[in-house]
């Protein structure tokens, strides 16, 4: 079945450095989600991104969607210590959803 | 808050017993899924109801069991539990439509049930 590569695995960054995360696949999605679970919580939506090419960006995040459909980015500018989590990707094909094994990023004040 | 509801919030239990975590999605959602999350691992996907019919099923056990109810609530009957079956379980639902719409069938998450076997 179609496999998320998720990287790196984990980050630790000190407060104020750009941070980058990529998802590869194997296979083509329709669409690409970015989710962030805060510790002891649910993931929670922070960018879904359409079609190929798309850039998107969320206030310091910016994701975008690969042009070959088979991978996607998300970058946080300038971190702060809120943004410790963990970062997922998601890619959709039709009644299919796939999630990334998660980057765990730790930011140091 | 996200508008899905997951009880019970914790959960500490003994091996070979039996537990049901309940689930009530947002309103308007008709899927639900079910997911599994162990100590710094991934989502693991379990099972997915939508308007009360199995659509879809992961890597779930034999020993686990779900439903969706005509209330459009689910639950996920763990039974036999081993310590291995420690995790948190997600339940997500969404709008999914069948057959399916373009554009993204956005998941939204509860907070989660955490489960620990003794």
């Known amino acids: 079945g179609q496999q998320l590569n998720q990287s790196p695995q984990s980050m630790f960054i000190q407060e104020g450095e750009d941070v980058s995360m990529n998802c590869t696949s194997s296979s083509i999605f329709n669409t690409w989600l970015w989710y962030k679970q805060d510790p002891g919580e649910g993931p929670v939506l922070l960018i879904a991104l359409y079609k190929a090419g798309e850039l998107t960006s969320n206030g310091r995040l910016t994701a975008q969607f690969g042009i070959t459909r088979k991978d996607s980015f998300l970058n946080i500018s300038a971190s702060i210590p809120s943004d410790v989590g963990i970062y997922f990707c998601?890619?959709?094909?039709?009644?299919?959803?796939?999630f990334g094994a998660g980057t765990r990023l730790t930011v140091k004040p | 808050d996200s508008g899905v509801t997951q009880t019970p919030k914790h959960l500490i239990t003994a091996t070979g017993q039996r537990v049901t975590l309940r689930c009530s999605p947002r309103s308007g959602d008709l899927s639900v899924y079910w997911y599994q999350q162990s100590l710094d691992q991934g989502l693991q996907f379990l099972i997915q109801?939508?308007?009360?019919?199995?659509?879809a099923k992961g890597n779930i056990l034999e020993r686990f069991s779900a439903q969706q109810f005509p209330d459009l609530h689910s639950e996920l009957n763990l039974s036999s539990l081993e310590l291995g079956d420690s995790a948190l379980y997600f339940c997500a639902s969404s709008q999914q439509r069948v057959p399916p719409v373009t554009g993204a069938n956005v998941l939204t998450f509860g907070a989660g049930s955490r489960l620990t076997v003794l």
């Open positions: 109801y939508y308007n009360g019919e199995e659509r």
């Open positions: 998601a890619g959709q094909s039709f009644l299919d959803m796939r």
